[in-house]
């Protein structure tokens, strides 16, 4: 059999996942290289809601931001990698490199392996990646978890600054085996989020999220609303073209992402 050669697609992953690919690495190059998303995200190529939706999940599920919004300026602002996001796409280029030449040494000795066996393996890596539609997702350690007999109240630390607590079941809490210091993702459907401006206002749910209004993709119908949050992470929620004109949902108004601990769905890796 002829060798084949594997051409490195590195992905780096944490105790909760995937963080890295390719993709989003050439992604924060081309916002170093632009300084624009836009013009970062037509390079890659990747749509601009894309892009931003990437940018998102790297700073929610990252120690630190990667990446940060820039206002002001001659140029109106723009978008801009942090120290840590330069060093994290360094070392990833750093690390492919090595990859690169492990794959060249096993595609030597690919003469000794069948072709099924080589199949089989590939099948096996498809099945295991995982995906969401969950549009907000984060991950962090659980600080907090309360039998209510029926059902587990487990709380979530993204940072310093954010913590969110989820409803599940006991059942689920036992197949997940959570455990205080354990690290989970924890995912939010966008349409589950809903937006407040009033301060003064209370309200019931459990998970209450204070941010800047940093991007509005605007539908026929419905917007989708993203804040950026204190700590550098972001949540994003679909809402009602009406109810942002209500609101007075702009760019640059401060707002709150509110939502049910029942709303949160919670995923852990072995």
Same mark, same amino acid.
């Not at 587990?152 to 455990?179: C, F, G, H, P």
């Given at each position: 059999?002829?060798?084949?050669?594997?051409?490195?697609?590195?992905?780096?992953?944490?105790?909760? @996942?995937?963080?890295?690919?390719?993709?989003?690495?050439?992604?924060?190059?081309?916002?170093?290289?632009?300084?624009?998303?836009?013009?970062?995200?037509?390079?890659?190529?990747?749509?601009?809601?894309?892009?931003?939706?990437?940018?998102?999940?790297?700073?929610?599920?990252?120690?630190?931001?990667?990446?940060?919004?820039?206002?002001?300026?001659?140029?109106?602002? @723009?978008?801009?990698?942090?120290?840590?996001?330069?060093?994290?796409?360094?070392?990833?280029?750093? /690390?492919?490199?090595?990859?690169?030449?492990?794959?060249?040494?096993?595609?030597?000795?690919?003469?000794?392996?069948?072709?099924?066996?080589?199949?089989?393996?590939?099948?096996?890596?498809?099945?295991?990646?995982?995906?969401?539609?969950?549009?907000?997702?984060?991950?962090?350690?659980?600080?907090? /978890?309360?039998?209510?007999?029926?059902?587990?109240?487990?709380?979530?630390?993204?940072?310093?600054?954010?913590?969110?607590?989820?409803?599940?079941?006991?059942?689920?809490?036992?197949?997940?085996?959570?455990?205080?210091?354990?690290?989970?993702?924890?995912?939010?459907?966008?349409?589950?989020?809903?937006?407040?401006?009033?301060?003064?206002?209370?309200?019931?749910?459990?998970?209450? /999220?204070? @941010?800047?209004?940093?991007?509005?993709?605007?539908?026929?119908?419905?917007?989708?609303?993203?804040?950026?949050?204190?700590?550098?992470?972001?949540?994003?929620?679909?809402?009602?073209?009406?109810?942002?004109?209500?609101?007075?949902?702009?760019?640059?108004?401060?707002?709150?992402?509110?939502?049910?601990?029942?709303?949160?769905? /919670?995923?852990?890796?072995?």
């Amino acid at each position: 059999m002829t060798a084949t050669r594997f051409l490195a697609r590195m992905s780096l992953e944490t105790d909760v @996942g995937t963080a890295l690919s390719d993709t989003r690495i050439r992604l924060l190059e081309e916002i170093e290289r632009k300084g624009s998303i836009n013009q970062a995200a037509k390079a890659v190529p990747l749509s601009y809601k894309a892009a931003w939706d990437a940018v998102d999940t790297m700073n929610n599920l990252a120690p630190e931001p990667l990446v940060m919004r820039v206002t002001g300026g001659r140029q109106g602002g @723009g978008t801009q990698l942090t120290e840590y996001g330069r060093r994290i796409v360094a070392m990833y280029r750093a /690390l492919e490199i090595e990859y690169q030449a492990a794959l060249d040494r096993l595609s030597e000795r690919l003469n000794d392996v069948g072709a099924g066996d080589i199949h089989s393996f590939q099948k096996l890596m498809h099945r295991m990646s995982m995906k969401t539609s969950a549009r907000n997702q984060f991950s962090g350690p659980i600080t907090g /978890l309360r039998d209510g007999g029926v059902d587990y109240e487990v709380r979530i630390r993204l940072d310093a600054q954010t913590e969110i607590v989820a409803i599940i079941t006991k059942a689920s809490a036992e197949n997940l085996d959570l455990t205080i210091g354990k690290e989970v993702f924890a995912l939010v459907k966008s349409s589950s989020v809903m937006l407040a401006v009033d301060r003064s206002m209370k309200l019931t749910a459990r998970n209450q /999220l204070w @941010g800047e209004v940093a991007v509005i993709h605007e539908g026929p119908v419905n917007n989708e609303v993203t804040l950026a949050l204190p700590s550098g992470r972001s949540v994003t929620c679909v809402v009602t073209g009406d109810s942002c004109a209500a609101l007075g949902i702009a760019p640059g108004v401060e707002a709150c992402a509110f939502f049910k601990s029942s709303s949160v769905i /919670l995923a852990a890796y072995d």
